[in-house]
């Protein structure tokens, strides 16, 4: 298969992690056959130092000509801790997703039996947890309009959603349960707010008139909270807005004893975007520190969305063999750490090797070719 990607790096940690992520896709081409194109173009604040536009025109348009988009991050202090920007990094991505049609984020969230201990949660709580968030994306409160008064006093930001918005999204997490636990966990405020509650009217007619078979529950979102800390292992697919499944899903994070671990794919009519879930991390930036894997299996989704299954299979075992054998960044191994490029260099020969072969530590410590 041929397959042109848009590699959009971004801010802070995101060239280090999305290279990584070039890496492996490179290697799972070679070995399976494949040819895969990449063009980078900027993105976010490293957009607005270089043309003033967090989102330039060029950019917009290679990845609309592109198969698929891989993101890394955004993000900069000098707009973090400025309120007064009026030009920020974060208006690139929303652009962006607005731009290309890509109403759902969709994030798996996996406890690893191997980090199991790297989790601040209790064992036997997480044990087992396997779910996916599907999150909307381009409407709700972050898009809504947003006002402030003359005097500077008051603010708003208005949340608003259509039917149409919460069908197609609420349809993609139905088809998703079909494959897997067979259940369904809307998750809204419906005891206060009128737009969760037409999420909840619409999302119940959906269910009962196109899928009888799935069970669908609701939880409020602060109770949600407290369960994917309590008893997280309840989740199979969670639906929810915009805001929420952007707290929700951050949250869930612990679950796998890092939010480096964490991949998503936002899709929508055509092309679609892989990103991992975490920020740009400006603090690490440079220092060979990032955990590249929640790029790098983000890399997997965009290869399972163009139903190359044993392509993105290569990777994820790839991951679990680094992660059983702790070749992992800082953020998991924080005694014998080894660098974000050298995981990389890692999973790139697990994929290179077409057979199981025996671990070669003195290499690998070396930073040289890891299978023998």
Same mark, same amino acid.
């Given at each position: 298969m041929k397959l042109n990607i848009a590699v959009l790096p971004g801010d802070g940690i995101g060239p280090e992690i999305v290279q990584q992520s070039v890496k492996v896709l490179t290697a799972v081409a070679d070995r399976f056959d494949h040819d895969f194109y990449f063009e980078e173009a900027v993105v976010g604040a490293a957009a607005i130092d270089l043309l003033g536009n967090p989102l330039p025109d060029a950019t917009l348009e290679?990845?609309?000509n592109s198969d698929a988009v891989l993101f890394g991050a955004?993000?900069?202090?000098?707009?973090?801790?400025?309120?007064?920007?009026?030009?920020?990094?974060?208006q690139g991505l929303l652009k962006l997703r607005k731009e290309l049609g890509l109403f759902?984020?969709?994030?798996?969230?996996?406890a690893y039996d191997a980090l199991i201990d790297r989790s601040p949660l209790k064992a036997e709580n997480i044990k087992g947890a396997d779910m996916v968030i599907f999150r909307e994306l381009t409407g709700g409160i972050y898009f809504g309009e947003k006002s402030t008064s003359?005097?500077?006093?008051?603010?708003?930001?208005?949340?608003?959603?259509?039917?149409?918005?919460?069908?197609?999204?609420?349809?993609?997490?139905f088809e998703a349960a079909k494959t897997r636990g067979k259940k369904v966990t809307l998750v809204d405020k419906a005891n206060v707010l009128e737009t969760s509650r037409l999420w909840r009217k619409t999302v119940t007619t959906l269910a009962e008139k196109e899928f009888p078979e799935i069970d669908l529950d609701f939880l409020f979102v602060d109770n949600a909270a407290?369960?994917?800390?309590?008893?997280?292992?309840?989740?199979?697919?969670?639906l929810t807005e915009?805001?929420?499944?952007?707290? @929700?899903?951050?949250? =869930?994070?612990?679950?796998?004893?890092?939010?480096?671990?964490? /991949?998503?794919? &936002?899709?929508?009519?055509? #092309?679609?975007?892989?990103?991992?879930?975490?920020?740009?991390?400006?603090?690490?930036?440079?220092?060979?520190?990032?955990?590249?894997?929640?790029? @790098?299996?983000?890399? =997997?989704?965009?290869?399972?969305?163009?139903?190359?299954?044993? /392509?993105?299979? &290569?990777?994820r075992?790839? #991951?679990?063999?680094?992660?059983?054998?702790?070749?992992c960044t800082p953020d998991i191994n924080k005694d014998n750490h080894y660098s974000t490029s050298k995981v990389g260099d890692f999973l790139e020969s697990v994929i290179s090797d077409t057979e199981n072969h025996m671990i070669n530590n003195e290499n690998l410590n070396f930073?040289?070719?890891?299978?023998?």
């Open positions: 290679l990845c609309k955004i993000g900069d202090p000098k707009y973090d801790n400025d309120p007064s920007a009026k030009v920020r990094p974060e759902a984020n969709i994030r798996p969230v996996k003359k005097d500077g006093q008051t603010a708003s930001d208005l949340c608003t959603y259509s039917v149409t918005e919460i069908e197609r999204i609420a349809r993609l997490a407290m369960q994917m800390i309590l008893n997280p292992k309840q989740f199979d697919v969670i915009n805001m929420f499944g952007d707290i @929700i899903s951050d949250e =869930a994070s612990v679950i796998g004893g890092s939010i480096g671990l964490l /991949e998503s794919a &936002s899709v929508g009519a055509e #092309v679609a975007l892989f990103e991992p879930i975490h920020g740009s991390y400006p603090q690490a930036a440079g220092k060979g520190i990032a955990n590249p894997v929640a790029s @790098i299996l983000s890399a =997997a989704m965009l290869l399972e969305n163009f139903g190359l299954n044993a /392509e993105a299979l &290569s990777i075992k790839a #991951v679990e063999m680094s992660i059983a054998l702790n070749v930073g040289q070719m890891t299978i023998i």
